[in-house]
T-cell receptor, first 113, second 116 residues
Framework: AQSVTQLDSHVSVSEGTPVLLRCNYSSSYSPSLFWYVQHPNKGLQLLLKYTSAATLVKGINGFEAEFKKSETSFHLTKPSAHMSDAAEYFC???????????FGAGTRLFVKA | DVKVTQSSRYLVKRTGEKVFLECVQDMDHENMFWYRQDPGLGLRLIYFSYDVKMKEKGDIPEGYSVSREKKERFSLILESASTNQTSMYLCASIRAGGVGGTDTQYFGPGTRLTVL
C-alpha cells in the first residue's frame, strides 16, 4: 500500500540552529511530494512541492527539501530556525493516476529561545 | 486571494445530535475533500467529491455523510454525533486533474468539534 512516514513525531531545536524534518514515502513511478505547515488553530499552508523539475526544491520562509529517489526520501530543511517556525509540519504524497493524497502523521517543531 | 472557508471554528454538540459542517471555496474547483485530523494520525480522508452531486468514500466514512448541491459548497453531516467524533475537521479543494499531480490543495482553517 502507498504510504508516507515522518520519522519524528517531535523535533526541538534552538533558535538560529538548523532544522531537519524527515520524510520517507513508499516507492512509486511518479510521486508528487509536498510539505505543508500548520500553525496553531490554522489550516494547512503549502510550504513547497516537488514537481520533478529539480530535485532540490525551495519553498517559503527559507525552507528547502531534496527529493532522493534512491532513498525514497523528501526531507525538509532550514539553515536557521526562527521562533515563528514553531508549528506542525506534514509530508504529503500523491501518485499519478491516484485520486487522493496521503498524509504523514505530522512532526511538531519546537523552537527554543 | 484564494479562499476556503468553514462555517464554524469551534462547535460543541451533544451525543446523538445531528451536526452539519459547511465548507465553501471560491476558486471554482471541481474536487473537494473532508478530512479528520487527530494527534499522531495526521489527516484522514472521510469523503471527497469530484463534481456536483458526486461523492466517494474515503478511508473513514463510517458515521458521516456528505452533500454537494452546488460546486462551491461541500457539507459534512454527522447523522448522530458520538464522542469518538470529537476532532478537528478540515475541508480542502483542488482543481480537476489536480489530484495525483502537482497542484496544491487549499485548506480551510478547520472546525474543532467537541461532542459531549
Amino acid at each position: 500500500a502507498q504510504s508516507v512516514t515522518q520519522l519524528d513525531s517531535h523535533v526541538s531545536v534552538s533558535e538560529g540552529t538548523p532544522v531537519l524534518l524527515r520524510c520517507n514515502y513508499s516507492s512509486s513511478y511518479s510521486p508528487s511530494l509536498f510539505w505543508y505547515v500548520q500553525h496553531p488553530n490554522k489550516g494547512l499552508q503549502l510550504l513547497l512541492k516537488y514537481t520533478s523539475a529539480a530535485t532540490l526544491v525551495k519553498g517559503i520562509n527559507g525552507f528547502e527539501a531534496e527529493f532522493k529517489k534512491s532513498e525514497t526520501s523528501f526531507h525538509l530543511t532550514k539553515p536557521s530556525a526562527h521562533m515563528s517556525d514553531a508549528a506542525e509540519y506534514f509530508c504529503v504524497v500523491s501518485y499519478t493516476g491516484g485520486f487522493k493524497t496521503i498524509f504523514g502523521a505530522g512532526t511538531r517543531l519546537f523552537v527554543k529561545a | 486571494d484564494v479562499k476556503v472557508t468553514q462555517s464554524s471554528r469551534y462547535l460543541v454538540k451533544r451525543t446523538g445530535e445531528k451536526v452539519f459542517l459547511e465548507c465553501v471555496q471560491d476558486m471554482d474547483h471541481e474536487n473537494m475533500f473532508w478530512y479528520r485530523q487527530d494527534p499522531g494520525l495526521g489527516l484522514r480522508l472521510i469523503y471527497f467529491s469530484y463534481d456536483v452531486k458526486m461523492k466517494e468514500k474515503g478511508d473513514i466514512p463510517e458515521g458521516y455523510s456528505v452533500s454537494r448541491e452546488k460546486k462551491e459548497r461541500f457539507s459534512l453531516i454527522l447523522e448522530s454525533a458520538s464522542t469518538n467524533q470529537t476532532s478537528m475537521y478540515l475541508c480542502a479543494s483542488i482543481r480537476a486533474g489536480g489530484v495525483g499531480g502537482t497542484d496544491t490543495q487549499y485548506f480551510g482553517p478547520g472546525t474543532r468539534l467537541t461532542v459531549l
